[in-house]
């Protein structure tokens, strides 16, 4: 998890200023340090939760039509896609070759799933359309075995980007 800021963040550091918002720079980068420090897991995963509040802050200054539950789909592909190009930075010819863009692609999926979870006043059938794609993001959690895996990853991006054609086709 190195530079989330310069990586992903910076993009959104101008919708913030013309929303009047501080956005949630100091929670990504003080999670970003617990876990390159190797800090204790109960105090990145408390980060993490911090990380995860603020966002949620966050985004409820986004307009109403990405308040929708299609535009939340939309969010969860783009997590996706992103999550697709972190792994395939992080796992090459299933070897970990960066450990924190693998960490990256784990996160953003996770992101993902809490959005679709999160959303509790759905019609019947964005309800379904919803646990559709739940279970569609929880078929790649076995390109995660462990946090930081010392063995080979039988897994490759490209699963992940099909899950995105698997939503698309919903």
């Keep these: 998890m190195k530079h989330p800021k310069s990586e ?17 720079a100091a929670e990504l980068e003080t999670l970003a340090l617990s876990v390159e420090n190797d800090e204790d897991l109960k105090m990145v995963l408390s980060n993490y939760e911090n990380l995860l509040s603020a966002i949620d802050k966050s985004a409820e200054i986004i307009d109403n039509q990405s308040r929708t539950f299609e535009g939340q789909v939309l969010v969860v592909k783009t997590l996706l896609e992103i999550a697709a190009e972190e792994y395939a930075i992080g796992v ?11 960490q990256d692609a784990l996160g953003f999926t996770t992101v993902a799933k809490n959005i679709l979870n999160s959303f509790n006043s759905l019609n019947s059938t964005e309800d379904i359309k919803r646990n559709k794609i739940i279970q569609i993001i929880d078929n790649l959690s076995t390109l995660w075995p462990s946090l930081v895996p010392t063995e080979r990853i039988s897994g490759d991006a490209s699963k992940i980007l099909t899950a995105v054609d698997k939503i698309n086709s919903l």
Aim: charged share 15%; proline share 4%.
């Design 8 to 24: 992903l963040y910076s993009a959104m550091i101008p919708t913030f200023a013309a929303k009047n918002t501080i956005g949630f």
């Design 92 to 102: 090459v010819d299933g070897n970990i070759n960066n450990k924190f863009e693998y």
